[in-house]
């Protein structure tokens, strides 16, 4: 006796969903400046503090960002900058670290 209406009160509920608000258009996304990314300074800064430190972890988080931006408008730095960020980032020696930051940070 009770089943039909159970049903109908779940066919109820899963057609009205959660709400979401309104419907219509997404907002549009913000476009990625990357020239405004992180300032090369920013990036120097960064990296003397690794050097100094040994710890790479999640400071390299906004690295790769300005250096990409680096990249575009000068590829011959950007690149070798990029390729020392990849070693950077995969090593878990310290002392390791603190040589490639150094050397990223004299490239700036």
């Known amino acids: 006796m009770y089943r039909p209406s159970f ?5 109820f509920c899963a057609t009205l969903g959660c709400g979401g608000g309104k419907s219509g258009p997404a907002a549009p996304v913000p ?11 920013q990036l120097k800064q960064t990296l003397d503090e690794i050097g ?11 690295l790769r960002a300005g250096i990409e931006a ?22 878990t020696n310290p002392e390791e670290v603190k040589v490639i930051a150094k050397k990223m940070a004299s490239l700036l």
């Open 70 to 91: 680096l990249n575009a408008k000068d590829p011959a730095k950007g690149a070798g900058l990029l390729k020392d960020l990849g070693d950077l980032e995969a090593s």
């Open 52 to 62: 100094k430190t040994g710890e790479a972890g999640s400071a390299t988080a906004g």
């Open 7 to 11: 049903v109908m009160v779940c066919l």
């Open 31 to 41: 476009s990625l400046d990357v020239s405004k990314a992180v300032p090369a300074d």
